[in-house]
């Protein structure tokens, strides 16, 4: 027997287009078609990893994610996806060589060498 595989991640927003917008950009990823504020779905890139889904939910984030994203900066460049990645909407938590964000809805995720 086989064991089970990460299909897809999901992230619950307060606008799903938004944040599948941003990880799409961010990531390389193909924004479904069909995407709308209650649901968005991001093919994953040519890296092959999981996909991402988003989905409306009526409550706020209150508290730190238990899970995220830590990034690859391509050629160990790290100002320069930091710039890239502010451009389409992240903010600097914490700058240095890990290098602490936020997407737009404030889910954290870092990126490094």
């Known amino acids: 027997m086989t064991a089970a595989w990460v299909k897809s991640l999901t992230f619950d927003c ?3 287009l938004v944040v599948a917008r941003f990880w799409a950009a961010a990531l390389g ?3 479904d078609e069909d995407a709308t504020s209650d649901k968005a779905f991001v093919e994953a890139p040519g890296w092959g990893g999981p996909a991402l889904w ?3 939910v009526p409550e706020p984030k209150t508290a730190k994610n238990r899970l995220h994203f830590d ?6 460049d790290v100002p320069a996806e930091v710039e890239r990645l502010r451009s389409l909407g992240a903010t600097v938590v914490t700058p240095g060589e890990l290098t602490v964000l936020e997407d737009p809805e404030g889910n954290i995720f870092c990126v490094e060498v």
Do not use: I, K
Not at 71 to 76: D, E, F, Q, T, V
């Open 14 to 16: 307060a606008d799903a």
């Open 54 to 56: 988003f989905q409306r």
């Open 71 to 76: 990034l690859r900066a391509p050629g160990a």
């Open 29 to 31: 990823g193909e924004l």
